[in-house]
C-alpha cells in the first residue's frame, strides 16, 4: 500500500505565538487505521486541520499522494476539488458542522457543491441514511437532534462524497456508550470497505477497539513514539509519561493501595 | 453494518485524474473572516503577554494605573503649551521603556489614532477661515472677500500660526492620552483594569456583566472560527454572495441561539452556588509599598505638570 498522507517536519504555532505542533514527521497509508492519541491540547486537532487544509502549516511539509498541500495548492480549482473530494473531515463538535436547514440539506451539500446529478445524489442520501438510521430525521433542523444523531448527521455529510481518507475528531467524545458501540463498528466496516481512516482521540479503548496504528502525541506537542495499538497501550511508564493513564489510590475491602489506572477495558492490575 | 455500508462507499473514491491550473478560487470572505478571528484572538493573547511581563507598570497594582490614567487625563486636557505636553510624552515613553513594551507596536497604533482623532479632525481650524492669524501658508486667494450669515471667508485663504499651533496642541493631547492608555492597557490584563474600576464606584453586577462579556467573546470567537474551518473543509468551489449570505444569516441564528442557551446555563449555574441578585467580587489585597510609592511618585510628578 502507498502512502496517502506524509507529513515532514511539520510545526505550527496558534495564533502565530503558540507552539501546537513540533517537529511531526509521520506516514499514513491507503486504507490503513491511524489514531493520533494525546493529553488535550497536544495537537491532535491541529494535526487533523492541517491534514484537511483547513489551517496551513507554519514550516515544515504536506504531501498527499505526492502532492504538495500549501495555502497557494488549494486555492487551484482543479487541486481543490480532487483534495476536498478525497479527505472528509468530522468536526468533534458537531453543531459547528451542521449548518444547513434540515438533515437532508445537510447531506446534500457536498454533492451539489461538485456538482453531482441530483438523482444520484438523492440516492446516496438516502443509502447513508440508512446505513445511518437517520431516515426519520431527514426533515428535521439539526438544532432538533440529540448529540449522537448531530454526529451520525456529521459523518453521514463527510461520507456522502465517498471520501478515501475520513478524519475524524475525537468521534466517541460525550455519546452514549451505545452510540459510541454504533461509530465503532461503523468506522470498522468503513475500513473494510477500504477507507482510511485517521481518528484523533484520547480514548485508549476506542483504538484497542480499532486495532489501529498509533502515533502518540507528548505534551509538547512532538511525537513520543509511532506504533502499533497493542504495543503502545502496553507500555504503561511511556502512557504515564504523555499523561494519557495516571496513578490513583483506592480501597479494597479496608486495605487502601495505589496503583496506575487508565480507563480502557477495566483496572489493570 | 458490513451489509448495510452502500455499495457507492465500497467502490474507489472518484477516479478523476487531478486537473491543476483550472484557474484560481476566491474564497475571499471564508479566510477573511478567519484571519479577523484569529486577529481577535491574538490581540488578546498579546495584551495578555504584555501585561504578564515582570517589569515595572506590570508589577504595580490596576488600582494604581487606573487613577494614574485618570489624573494625567485631566492634566494633558488642562495643559496650554506644547512643552508640558512633550515633557508628559517623554514620562510616558520613559514608562513604556521600563515596562518592556512592544514600542513600535505602541507607537504605531498612538500615531494612527492620533492621526485619526486628533490631526484629521482638527486641521480645518488650522486655516485663518477658522482660525484667525498670522498666515504663514497662503493656499488660495479670491478675488474678494464674502460674508455670509456670521461666516466670514477673507480674500487670501492660508494655515495660520494661531491656528497651526492649535492644531499641533489637540494632536499632542489626543496623542498623549492615547499613548497613556494604551500603555496602562499594556501592562494591565483586563480583568484586572474591570476590577479596578470598582475604585471608581462602578456597580458590581455592572463589573460582573463586563467580566463576563470578555470571557465569553474568547469563547464564540473560537466557536465562530471553528465554524469558518468547518464551512472551508466542505468548500470546494466558489460560493457566491447570495449564498455566503444566507450561510451567514444560519450561523448568526445559531450563534443566538448558543448564546441564548449559554446565558440560561451560566444563570443555572450561578444559582446553584449561591447566587442570590446580589453580586459580591472578592475584595482587592492592600496596596504593597511598591503601589504606594510608585503612586506617589506619579502623583508628584503630576502636580509638576501642573505647576509648570
Known amino acids: ?269 | 453494518m458490513e451489509n448495510k455500508i452502500p455499495s457507492f462507499l465500497i467502490a474507489r473514491s472518484s477516479a478523476a485524474p487531478l486537473a491543476e491550473g483550472r484557474g484560481r478560487l476566491r474564497i475571499s470572505f471564508i479566510e477573511k473572516s478567519i484571519q479577523h478571528l484569529a486577529g481577535v484572538i491574538n490581540i488578546g493573547h498579546a495584551q495578555w503577554e504584555s501585561a504578564s511581563r515582570d517589569a515595572f507598570l506590570q508589577k504595580i497594582d490596576a488600582r494604581v494605573k487606573v487613577l494614574f490614567l485618570l489624573f494625567y487625563v485631566v492634566i494633558i486636557s488642562l495643559k496650554r503649551d506644547l512643552v508640558s505636553e512633550s515633557l508628559i510624552a517623554g514620562l510616558i515613553f520613559m514608562l513604556a521603556l521600563t515596562s518592556r513594551v512592544d514600542l513600535m507596536d505602541l507607537y504605531k497604533r498612538v500615531l494612527f489614532w492620533g492621526f485619526v482623532f486628533g490631526f484629521l479632525i482638527a486641521f480645518p481650524s488650522a486655516f485663518n477661515v477658522v482660525t484667525q492669524g498670522e498666515i504663514i501658508f497662503p493656499v488660495l486667494n479670491l478675488e474678494k472677500s464674502h460674508t455670509f450669515w456670521i461666516y466670514h471667508i477673507p480674500q487670501e485663504i492660508g494655515i495660520t500660526r494661531e491656528g497651526s499651533l492649535g492644531v499641533l496642541m489637540l494632536t499632542s493631547r489626543v496623542m498623549n492620552s492615547l499613548a497613556l492608555s494604551f500603555l496602562v492597557l499594556a501592562t494591565t490584563s483586563l480583568p484586572e483594569i474591570i476590577r479596578a474600576l470598582k475604585v471608581l464606584r462602578v456597580p458590581d453586577s455592572f463589573l460582573m456583566i463586563i467580566t463576563l462579556t470578555f470571557k465569553y467573546i474568547f469563547i464564540f470567537t473560537k466557536t465562530v472560527e471553528d465554524m469558518f474551518l468547518a464551512k472551508k473543509s466542505r468548500l470546494a468551489v466558489h460560493t457566491g454572495n447570495a449564498e455566503s449570505r444566507r450561510w451567514i444569516a444560519g450561523r448568526l441564528a445559531f450563534i443566538f441561539r448558543r448564546t441564548r442557551m449559554r446565558c440560561e446555563e451560566i444563570f443555572k449555574a450561578m444559582l446553584s452556588r449561591g447566587f442570590a441578585d446580589e453580586v459580591r467580587i472578592y475584595k482587592f489585597s492592600r496596596l504593597a509599598a511598591l503601589d504606594w510609592s510608585a503612586g506617589i511618585c506619579l502623583f508628584i510628578a503630576g502636580v509638576i505638570f501642573l505647576w509648570i
Open chain 1, 1 to 269: 500500500m502507498e502512502n496517502i498522507i506524509r507529513f515532514e517536519r511539520i510545526s505550527y504555532l496558534y495564533y502565530n505565538r503558540i507552539p501546537a505542533l513540533s517537529d511531526i514527521t509521520l506516514d499514513i497509508r491507503e486504507g490503513e487505521r491511524y489514531a493520533i492519541i494525546g493529553a488535550n491540547g497536544s495537537g491532535k486537532s491541529t494535526i487533523l486541520q492541517i491534514m484537511n487544509g483547513l489551517i496551513p502549516q507554519s514550516t515544515g511539509s504536506f504531501l498527499y499522494r505526492g502532492h504538495e498541500v500549501t495555502e497557494k495548492t488549494l486555492r487551484d480549482k482543479g487541486f481543490l476539488k480532487y483534495f476536498r473530494e478525497r479527505v472528509g473531515y468530522v468536526f468533534q463538535d458537531s453543531d459547528v458542522q451542521l449548518f444547513c436547514p434540515t438533515v437532508l440539506d445537510e447531506l446534500l451539500y457536498g454533492p451539489l457543491q461538485f456538482e453531482m446529478d441530483q438523482t444520484e445524489a438523492m440516492d446516496r442520501a438516502t443509502e447513508v441514511m440508512q446505513m445511518l438510521n437517520i431516515e426519520n430525521l431527514k426533515d428535521r433542523p439539526s438544532y432538533m437532534l440529540s448529540g449522537g444523531e448531530k454526529k451520525r448527521v456529521a459523518i453521514g455529510s463527510a461520507l456522502m462524497m465517498n471520501p478515501e481518507v475520513l478524519l475524524l475528531d475525537e468521534p466517541t467524545n460525550g455519546l452514549d456508550p451505545r452510540t459510541q458501540c454504533f461509530l465503532v463498528e461503523l468506522m470498522l466496516a468503513l475500513s473494510e470497505a477500504g477507507k482510511t481512516l485517521v481518528i484523533a482521540t484520547h480514548d485508549l479503548s476506542l483504538i484497542a477497539e480499532m486495532h489501529a496504528k498509533v502515533a502518540l502525541l507528548s505534551e509538547d506537542h512532538r511525537i513520543e513514539k509511532i506504533g502499533p495499538a497493542e504495543e503502545i497501550l502496553k507500555d504503561d511508564d511511556l502512557l504515564l509519561k504523555v499523561n494519557l493513564i495516571h496513578e490513583h489510590m483506592h480501597y479494597h475491602g479496608r486495605e487502601a493501595h495505589k496503583h496506575r489506572h487508565s480507563h480502557y477495558f477495566f483496572h489493570k492490575h
